[in-house]
């Protein structure tokens, strides 16, 4: 079938940082026109997430080019003593898309979440971005809430 890709995810390595934050800053740009990253962004964002055991980051990697990412984990719950599945970001660059590579790596992210026997894994979609909201309520995920978030305005 014309457009199939082999599709894998790898590890993202410290020695990708700056690869890798080119393409987070692309991937933020997309869901908000108004991001501009941050000098503590640029510092502390991709060292946190290496330095979490209980985070996972991984290139999406078709055909052997580096395609997306997508950055999933685990937390403990806030109240109890269990765990909870966190899918955070899924990107995958425009020139692959619509040929089932953000679904494959998903599927792969829920099933190394689930061997850690979370109590749930939950996600967000950014409102208006209907392709992902499309994606995760495919592979059984359901909405269950709205979340609002009040910033701060700049005077």
């Not at 410290?14 to 962004?41: G, I, Q, R």
Request: hydrophobic share 45%; aromatic share 12%.
């Amino acid at each position: 079938m014309a457009g199939m890709v082999t599709v894998g995810m790898r590890p993202v390595l410290s020695e990708d940082k700056e690869e890798f934050l080119c393409m987070a800053a692309d991937h933020f740009s997309e869901l908000n026109p108004t991001f501009v990253p941050a000098s503590d962004w640029k510092e502390r964002y991709f060292p946190a997430i290496l330095s979490n055991p209980q985070y996972f980051l991984r290139w999406i990697v078709c055909d052997e080019v580096r395609a997306g990412f997508i950055l999933f984990g685990l937390e403990d719950h806030r109240f109890l003593p269990r765990k909870t599945g966190a899918i955070y970001e899924l990107y995958v660059l425009p020139e692959f898309r619509r040929r089932g590579v953000g679904k494959a790596c998903a599927v792969e992210a829920i099933r190394e979440l689930w061997a850690h026997s979370p109590s749930k894994i939950q996600l967000e979609v950014v409102q208006g971005r209907t392709a992902a909201a499309a994606l995760w309520r495919s592979l059984g995920f359901e909405k269950v809430t709205e979340r609002f978030v009040l910033s701060r305005k700049t005077q």
